[in-house]
């Protein structure tokens, strides 16, 4: 993921229209979270997300860092709540693209689980961006239809667009999350959760 970053980090920064900065932005963004990775003993995911949020917190300086900041929070929120681990994403990611290829393969036990922890966080960090955009402390709530409605938008557009299933479910996630309000987040979160997804799928 680092080097696709470092690949596309020009190209980014002319996306960025304000200051110019957003691939320099997200190279350092991959690198902070790459180091709260190693530093973490727990073999828990949601502390790992939580000291990534943690270290893209303090870099007051970058935009980017602090919404991926609040995301990554939400996101160690739901997954310690559920006790869900990275064992359980990676056997939701190769479920669904095992299914798409038209191969069998058991439904994890997780995967509602799994599920609900993500779209629960996507939304609570939609309501919480829209939050901070307005300049009040609303309290972040949870799933409504009119999100779900979003979502499956989202994944209509996506598939519509083309391309293979990585790059339908990483358009989808970076659609329905408040990535997709800016151009140039959206570009970098659609690379940057597409190299995960390839990551997971191993």
Known sequence: MGEALEGRRDELD?????????GE??????????????AVDSAALGDVMQRASALLEARADNGSAQVYARGLSLLADQFRQRQIELED???????????????????????????????NA???????????????????????MGYLFGVGMAYLQ???????????????????????KV???????????RALLEALKG
Do not use: C
Not at 14 to 22: Q, T
């Open 183 to 193: 151009p140039y987040r959206h570009a970098s979160g659609v690379l940057a959760v």
């Open 122 to 144: 996507l939304a609570e960090w939609e309501k919480v961006e829209d939050s901070q955009a307005e300049g009040a402390a609303g309290k972040a709530g949870g799933l409504d």
């Open 89 to 119: 994403l990676l056997q939701v990611v190769h479920q669904h693209l095992s299914e798409q290829k038209g191969e069998e393969q058991g439904e994890s036990s997780r995967s509602g689980e799994v599920t609900k922890a993500l779209l």
């Open 25 to 38: 932005h997200m190279v350092e963004i991959f690198h902070l979270a790459a180091q709260a990775a190693g």
């Open 14 to 22: 002319r996306l960025d229209e304000f200051n110019h900065d957003h």
């Open 158 to 180: 996506a598939k519509q667009k083309g391309g293979d299933q990585l790059d339908v479910l990483s358009e989808t996630v970076v659609s329905a999350s408040p990535l997709g």
